[in-house]
Nanobody, 109 residues
Framework: VQLQASGGGLVQPGGSLRLSCLVS????????VGWFRQAPGKEREAVSC??????FCTDSVKGRFTVSKDNAQSTVYLQMNSLKPEDTAVYYC?????WGRGTQVTVSS
C-alpha cells in the first residue's frame, strides 16, 4: 500500500486549498481513508475520513472542509475552505495504518 499526498502550499486566511491523496495497493471501494494533520509541537490529530459509511469531519473543520473520493482514480480529496492560521500543519492521509508522506499547509498573511 502506498499513499501520496499533494496540494499543500501557502495561502492567506480565508483562502482555499484542495489536497489530494493518491492511493495504490488497495481498492477505495472497500476501505476508508483518513486525513490527519500535525502542527509544530502538537500531536497528530484526525481531520476527516471517508468510508463506505460516508464522509466524516471533526468538529474543528466541519462546515469548512469537505472530503470526497474518486474510486476510479483511486484518489481521496480534502477541500479546505475558509482556512485559518490554526489549520497550519503537515497533512497526511492514511489507509489500513499505512501513512503517506505529508503535504505542508501554511495559512498566513
Amino acid at each position: 500500500v502506498q499513499l501520496q499526498a499533494s496540494g499543500g502550499g501557502l495561502v492567506q486566511p480565508g483562502g482555499s486549498l484542495r489536497l489530494s491523496c493518491l492511493v495504490s495497493g488497495v481498492a477505495l471501494d472497500y476501505y476508508g481513508v483518513g486525513w490527519f494533520r500535525q502542527a509544530p509541537g502538537k500531536e497528530r490529530e484526525a481531520v476527516s475520513c471517508i468510508s463506505m459509511d460516508g464522509p466524516f469531519c471533526t468538529d474543528s473543520v466541519k462546515g469548512r472542509f469537505t472530503v470526497s473520493k474518486d474510486n476510479a482514480q483511486s484518489t481521496v480529496y480534502l477541500q479546505m475552505n475558509s482556512l485559518k492560521p490554526e489549520d497550519t500543519a503537515v497533512y497526511y492521509c492514511n489507509v489500513l495504518d499505512h501513512w503517506g508522506r505529508g503535504t505542508q499547509v501554511t495559512v498566513s498573511s
